[in-house]
């Protein structure tokens, strides 16, 4: 790759602090259907759990007391357990991390404290967007953010064109 035939377009640099990172996750998560058939499941076991409960019958009660139970646990751990502000506080590595990101014609270099890497634009898996900023994914589960409040106007008409290519 002959890095010097290419033109620099923007610079970015950001603070990885716990609001970016929920900003970052729901960017690379942002599937509405994972989302929907969680909630109309949670939907479902919660109307039956009452309609069984208002039936009378002892076994009736205790089965809908249980899918109670299991709809308080499922909503619970969702948002306790494993909900971005705990898994970013488990993350020491994000703390107080500053992120910055160089953007070429072809490629683009993300680097931090523990060191940095060139990436062409054509290894992208895809380019994911929201109203926080972009995620130019490496694979399905991984990727770098870029926040929009951080983005000159040509930065995003370049991440607009990778995200539509």
Not at 54 to 70: D, M, P, V
């Amino acid at each position: 790759m002959d890095q010097n035939a290419n033109q620099f377009i923007a610079s970015i640099s950001y603070e990885m602090t716990e609001e970016k990172y929920k900003q970052f996750a729901e960017t690379l998560n942002q599937s509405l259907i994972g989302k929907s058939i969680f909630w109309v499941f949670i939907a479902w076991y919660l109307f039956m759990a009452l309609l069984l409960m208002s039936t009378g019958a002892t076994f009736n009660i205790c089965t809908g007391a249980l899918l109670g139970i299991i709809v308080i646990y499922s909503v619970w751990s969702k948002y306790r357990g494993n909900s971005y502000s705990a898994i970013y506080k488990s993350y020491k590595i994000y703390h107080g991390l500053i992120v910055s990101s160089d953007f070429y014609d072809n490629y683009f270099v993300v680097s931090d404290k523990f060191g940095s890497s060139t990436l062409p634009y054509d290894i992208l898996y895809t380019v994911k967007a929201s109203k926080y900023g972009y995620v130019l994914c490496t694979s399905k589960l991984s990727g770098h953010f870029i926040p929009k409040s951080e983005c000159s106007d040509t930065l995003i008409s370049l991440l607009n064109n990778l995200e539509n290519a």
